[in-house]
């Protein structure tokens, strides 16, 4: 039987007088990688936030692992990596992860962090300098890292490739892959990039003008809109009332 790791039903979220979701609803498996994709403005960011009860919702029902999300354990079994990580910029990074590691009470181990660091194509001896010298993509290394080495079972990541040059984008998807094959976490996440959401999904969700146009397979997308290329299949999708 499928458990379900989170559930979102009927969500409805206003900023002003701005519908930003209009009656979302899906449910993520335990073990699978869900993939969220809309235009800039689409609502992505705002649904992430609205799951971790960072903001306030005007309507519906969200659970995480069968806990409503505003129960204060609900975001236990979370790890989550914010579209801006903004980290204390005079700490160390090693000291940024052992703080993290004390926050969730995990034993901070250095040859964990070290193979981490080595996953996602990170100089080790950065660690030992302060956050002020990173730049963008070392710092959003850095962020990643924290989020995994919580081993939470729920990661909700906002663009994760964000900022990270080829090579660590393909060291990053070939370790997330690796934590799907070992049925080590469940994924959610928003993209930009369709290829990397082809790549890494079991299913991917379409936002667009505040609802869930689509919620399927990358397959399932490309059959239902009739083409076999799924950026095809995504405009076809979100330009279906033009
Ligand atoms: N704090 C806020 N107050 C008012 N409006 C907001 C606020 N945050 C977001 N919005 C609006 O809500 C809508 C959705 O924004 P959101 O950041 O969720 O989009 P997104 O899909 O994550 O976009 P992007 O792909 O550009 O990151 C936008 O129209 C945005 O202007």
């Known amino acids: ?95 940024f992860l052992q703080h993290i590691s004390q926050l969730r009470d995990t034993l901070y181990q250095k040859d964990h962090i070290s193979t981490l660091c080595q996953y996602l194509d990170f100089p080790d001896e950065f660690l030992t300098k302060p956050i002020r010298h990173y730049s963008k993509g070392m710092a959003q290394k850095l962020a990643l890292m924290s989020c995994f080495l919580q081993n ?8 994760p490739m ?14 997330l892959l690796k934590q799907k094959a070992e049925k080590k976490t469940t994924l959610f996440f928003s993209a930009h990039l369709l290829a990397d959401v082809e790549i890494l999904c079991d299913r991917m969700g379409i936002l667009h003008q505040g609802e869930l146009r689509f919620i399927g397979t990358p397959a399932e997308c490309c059959q239902q809109f009739a083409t076999n290329n799924l950026e095809q299949a995504y405009l076809r999708c979100i330009e279906a009332d033009i």
């Not at 939470?152 to 663009?159: G, N, V």
């Not at 964000?162 to 370790?175: C, I, T, V």
Request: aromatic share 10%.
């Open 1 to 95: 039987m499928m458990m379900s790791i989170l559930q979102v039903e009927k969500l409805c979220k206003t900023y002003q007088k701005q519908t930003v979701l209009n009656q979302i609803s899906f449910s993520l498996n335990s073990g699978e990688y869900f993939g969220l994709i809309g235009v800039n403005g689409a609502g992505k960011t705002t649904l992430l936030k609205s799951i971790l009860d960072f903001c306030h919702i005007d309507a519906g029902y969200i659970a995480i692992n069968h806990q409503t999300h505003t129960h204060p354990t609900a975001r236990q079994s979370v790890a989550f990596l914010p579209e801006q990580f903004m980290p204390p910029w005079f700490l160390t990074g090693q000291s």
């Open 152 to 159: 939470c079972q729920l990661l909700i990541l906002d663009e």
């Open 162 to 175: 964000s900022g990270l040059d080829p090579k660590a984008r393909a060291y990053l998807k070939r370790f």
